[in-house]
């Protein structure tokens, strides 16, 4: 009797050990998942990256076309091309700062012009000759790996000889 409940004791115990199979699979699968993981989170900063650029960018549009809204009409007709550069970081330009970007030398390379609206405006008006377009547009480049993205933003505007720079404002 003593034997046969050794016997069963010892069945138990190499019943309940695992197999090569089972722990290969268990293996691949938590692999799997933790590289799923690893992945999600590097598109995720990524994701953000993008997005924080993109939002300077639209700063930077911003920016300029309040400037050149607010300019003289002879002035948007003396220089109808500028360019322009600008930091991710405003601060990195007096401070020598990296700020969230690891490269201080991350910057949008920028273009604003000038033309006549006549091509924007329908039909034949006669207002159309005191009217401007202003097009702002800022370029950057994004590295993802080895991966090069040129990247690009624009805003359009239009401007009237008689228009908001001639009220009178500031202290």
């Given amino acids: 009797m003593r034997r046969g409940i050794a016997i069963s004791k010892s069945k138990q115990h190499g019943q309940s050990a695992y197999t090569l199979a089972e722990v290969l699979v268990a293996t691949f699968l938590l692999g799997t998942m933790t590289i799923s993981l690893f992945a999600g989170f590097s598109a995720g900063f990524w994701l953000t990256q993008m997005a924080r650029e993109d939002e300077r960018a639209t700063q930077i549009l911003k920016g300029r076309i309040e400037v050149l809204r607010l300019a003289m009409w002879e002035d948007l007709n003396s220089n109808p091309y500028m360019s322009f550069r600008e930091h991710f970081d405003p601060s990195a330009a007096t401070t020598n700062a990296n700020g969230t970007v690891s490269n201080p030398s991350f910057q949008y390379l920028g273009t ?9 405006i329908p039909g034949n008006l006669q207002y159309a000759n005191n009217m401007r377009l202003l097009t702002v547009q800022v370029q950057w480049t994004n590295h993802n790996g080895t991966n090069v993205l040129m990247r690009q933003r624009q805003m359009q ?15």
């Fill in 157 to 171: 505007t239009l401007v009237a000889r008689d228009g908001i720079q001639n009220y009178p404002w500031g202290p």
């Fill in 112 to 120: 604003n012009w000038i033309s006549t609206a006549t091509n924007v």
